[in-house]
Nanobody, 128 residues
Framework: QVQLVESGGGSVQAGGSLRLSCAAS????????FGWFRQDTGKEREGIAT????????VYAPSVEGRFTISRDNAENTVFLQMNSLKPSDTAMYYC?????????????????????WGQGTQVTVSS
């Protein structure tokens, strides 16, 4: 069974940085679409960053564009989310997601209904 395990969450002051990691077992990072989602209390789960296999194309939500960077290490089967210039509005539970490569839009991040596998989540809290 595919497992996605996130790490790297925590508490940081506004303007700070965090790097999230997602280790994928029994799954090849280079052959799947990976994404990062976040969900704050009472809100819908939002796709914020996606990286496509083979091409390596990355797509971001406008709310994080220019501040967050998604990347992957195929050799280590790990996907990362570098988060810079963090704001209190970035506070949420962050989830790693993966789905088999397919015909997904390159103009927007993955949507929750397109995801097959989810990690357990890691909390990010940004204080002002």
């Amino acid at each position: 069974q595919v497992q996605l395990v996130e790490s790297g969450g925590g508490s940081v002051q506004a303007g700070g940085s965090l790097r999230l990691s997602c280790a994928a077992s029994r799954y090849t990072a280079g052959n799947a679409v990976f994404g990062w989602f976040r969900q704050d209390t009472g809100k819908e789960r939002e796709g914020i960053a996606t990286i496509h296999p083979f091409s390596g194309v990355t797509v971001y939500a406008p709310s994080v564009e220019g501040r967050f960077t998604i990347s992957r290490d195929n050799a280590e089967n790990t996907v990362f989310l570098q988060m810079n210039s963090l704001k209190p509005s970035d506070t949420a539970m962050y989830y790693c997601a993966a789905t088999p490569a397919g015909r997904f839009s390159l103009s927007r991040p993955l949507r929750a209904y397109e995801v097959i596998y989810w990690g357990q989540g890691t909390q990010v809290t940004v204080s002002s």
